[in-house]
């Protein structure tokens, strides 16, 4: 199975701060890497898939990077309703596995 | 709009067996493969099962293999989850899930989820 390793696994922030979540992949997976949003007591919520395309309706300060092993999650400007915590999840082979999130608080 | 909607959670002894189901509206459900992940309240998410588009091919967790089938009927939009000899760590909230096209396993639409509790 492939492990998905997610970094930090909690972060505080300020609104209008730059974050970045990391995501990283026990072997090369392309680009079959999708990342979700799951606020509390909510469904998670698909924001990019394949590493950097942007789900539809999702706002544009949140972007996707990498290929391999190392991906990243960027919030440009972190909002009062990005507070959550978000999953990175592989896509590449059964069985599907997530990371184990990554929980962003208000600082 | 593309709605899931789980139901048949419940608490259930250890050993025991439940049948999930989801009723899909808002999309061609016969085109698309369907996927069962479940959560921990608290906990992070764990895959549990896929189902192609027309049910031909199914896959699982080895957690779960042997002891969950799952299965869909596309003339009902529906699909199911029959969970046998059912053991306290199978207590999750258990989510309909589907992909974005085909079998991909880009998941973009979930249910609300719907709880399973195993316990004596």
């Known amino acids: 199975d492939i492990q998905m390793t997610q970094s930090p696994s909690s972060l505080s922030a300020s609104v209008g701060d730059r974050v970045t979540i990391t995501c990283r992949a026990s072997q090369s997976i392309g680009t079959f890497l999708n990342w979700y949003q799951q606020k509390p007591g909510k469904a998670p919520k698909l924001l990019i898939y394949?590493?950097?395309s942007l789900e539809s309706g999702v706002p544009s300060r949140f972007s996707g990077s990498g290929s391999g092993t190392d991906f990243t999650l960027t919030i440009s400007s972190l909002q009062p309703e990005d507070f959550a915590t978000y999953y990175c999840q592989q896509s590449y082979s059964s069985p599907l596995t997530f990371g184990g999130g990554t929980m962003v608080e208000i600082k | 709009e593309v709605h899931l909607v789980e139901s048949g959670g419940a608490v259930v002894q250890p050993g025991g067996s439940l049948r999930l189901s989801c009723a899909a509206s808002g999309f061609t459900f016969p085109d698309y493969g369907m996927q069962w992940v479940r959560q921990v309240p608290g906990k992070g998410l764990e895959w549990v099962s896929l189902i192609s588009w027309d049910g031909g091919s199914t896959y699982y967790a080895d957690s779960v293999k042997g002891r969950f089938t799952v299965s869909r009927d596309n003339s009902k939009n529906s699909v199911y989850l029959q969970m046998n000899s059912l053991r306290a760590e199978d207590t999750a909230l258990y989510y309909c899930?589907?992909?974005?096209?085909?079998?991909?396993?880009?998941?973009?639409?979930w249910g609300q989820g719907t709880l399973v509790i195993v316990s004596s």
């Open positions: 899930v589907k992909d974005r096209g085909g079998s991909s396993s880009i998941l973009d639409y």
């Open positions: 394949a590493a950097l």
